[in-house]
């Protein structure tokens, strides 16, 4: 009987064999466990890196399943997730105000069925997001009505449609203001089909300035807070109350969000104030100051807001039902991190950091502690400073830190990177240190 050779247990002459194959490492449990939590495309992008590696030869075929585990991304698509150590509470750059535990919660939830438009007592459509409504007319009594859009542009957008379309906004000419990306609120309206009717110059408006301005095509007068920057010296304006007096509506856009005034910030203006002082109506964003999701609050007398709820560009604007569970959690639930910011006491601040400075200094690290001035940023308290303290290393860290798992940003001044803590949950202390002391290669 002839001897057949049997090959199959030696190395195959072609390299490419060796490597494993795709449907091989993704039937892997690790490697499907993955897949489940984090996506196919994604654990197949990792196991391709993997398959590439064996393939350069720089790990064994063994070795592949360790590596696409390795190449995996440590969070699912979207957004990085970024530890905001800039002092800097409302940034723009970073999604503005983040969330409170109870409404990213809610928020989950809200990605299931839920009773967003049904009421389940008698099985009939409810009105939608009415558990987000009821908690915005508690939060402030002086509102007759409440209605939420996707942000306070959209908000603006809606009460110029609604209220001036064909006619005349009478703005102060100090209150032109450009938000931001080159958006500019005058703008605004006028695409809104609405006419801009200047008042006052640009330091000072009085309360005749708006009366000559006045005619029969007035749809309304608008009060735009200037929450971006700050007119000192000969200045003046006029107030809500004082326009009411004028007969037609007056628009107070506040900006911020405030819905009651604030002793931490006393020059920001607040719907209930507003409100109770005779404006017609107030908007607002959702994620600046009130520490919640992005939309836009119109808060006023039934008579404007309900003309807004049901003109017909409402449903080009209405918000989602994630935008509404966070909202209502936002309101009723604890307190949101922006104020837990705001409000952070310097002595405990300066605490956190000194533990820091001195753990990094123990490593071998130049690292000390410095003073600092956060801002609230984000359009809200242009020109307050909060005292602040700074964890202080070498500059070079900055762009390891950046772009490191994970991400954390602070600022570089004079050649050191200042990472302050007072945006940065105290929980997150020690994940930042790490990060640290592993961009310093400690
Ligand atoms: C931020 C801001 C806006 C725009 O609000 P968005 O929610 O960004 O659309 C409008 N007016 C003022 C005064 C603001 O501060």
């Known amino acids: 009987m002839a001897r057949v050779a049997d090959r199959t247990q030696e190395p195959p002459a072609d390299i490419r064999r060796q490597v494993p194959s795709t449907t091989v490492l ?14 196919r495309p994604a654990v197949k992008a990792a196991v391709a890196t993997a398959q590439q590696l064996v ?26 997730p970024v530890h905001n150590a800039t002092g800097v509470v ?23 069925y839920t009773d967003v438009e049904l009421d389940l ?56 203001v450009e938000i931001g990306d080159g958006f500019r609120i005058p703008e605004l309206l006028v695409s809104c089909g609405a ?54 509506p007056v628009v107070v856009d506040i900006g911020s969000g405030l819905l009651a005034p604030d002793p931490l910030l ?9 409100l109770r002082a005779g404006a017609t109506l107030v908007t607002a964003s959702g994620d600046k100051l009130l520490g919640g999701p992005q939309a836009g609050l119109l808060l006023g007398r039934a008579a404007a807001v309900e003309p807004m709820r049901r003109h017909p560009m409402a449903r080009a604007l209405r918000v989602d039902k994630f935008t509404l569970a966070a909202l209502e959690a936002t309101l009723r639930g ?30 071998g690290m130049d690292a000390h502690v410095v003073p600092h001035e956060a801002v609230v940023g984000g359009g809200g308290a242009p020109g307050t400073v909060l005292p602040s303290c700074a964890l202080s290393v070498p500059g070079h860290l900055a762009r390891p830190l950046r772009t490191g798992e994970p991400a954390v940003l602070g600022r570089v ?20 240190l790490a990060a640290v002391l592993r961009a310093a290669g400690r």
Do not use: W
Not at 90 to 112: C, D, I, K, V, Y
Not at 266 to 274: G, V, W
Not at 352 to 363: M, Q
């Open 121 to 176: 007592t008698t099985g009939k459509r409810a009105r939608r997001g009415r558990g987000a409504l009821a908690a915005l007319r508690e939060a402030v009594p002086a509102a007759e009505a409440v209605h939420v859009v996707n942000n306070g542009a959209a908000a603006l957008a809606l009460a110029a449609v609604t209220l001036a379309a064909g006619r005349d906004i009478l703005l102060g000419r100090g209150e032109f």
């Open 413 to 432: 001044v004079r050649g050191r990177l200042l990472l302050d803590l007072r945006c940065v949950p105290e929980e997150h202390d020690e994940d930042v």
């Open 195 to 248: 006419r801009i009717r200047e008042v006052g110059t640009t330091n000072r408006t009085r309360l005749g300035d708006y009366a000559d301005a006045l005619g029969p095509d007035t749809g309304f007068i608008l009060k735009v807070h200037p929450s971006n920057f700050t007119v000192s010296g000969f200045t003046s304006g006029v107030g809500p109350g004082e326009l009411a007096s004028l007969g037609p």
């Open 26 to 39: 993704l039937a892997d449990p690790l490697l499907s466990e993955a897949s489940a939590r984090l996506g």
């Open 90 to 112: 409302l940034h723009t750059n970073l999604g503005r105000a983040p969330l409170s535990p109870t409404a990213l919660e809610a928020m989950a939830a809200a990605g299931g």
């Open 334 to 363: 604890p307190e949101p991190p922006v104020r837990t910011a705001l409000r952070m006491p310097l002595p405990q601040l300066r605490a956190r950091t000194l533990r820091l400075a001195e753990d990094a200094a123990r490593r």
């Open 55 to 80: 393939r350069d030869g720089r790990i064994g075929p063994g070795d592949a399943v360790h590596a696409a585990l390795a190449a995996l991304p440590a969070h699912p698509a979207g957004p990085t």
């Open 266 to 274: 006393p020059d920001e203006p607040d719907a209930a104030t507003a």
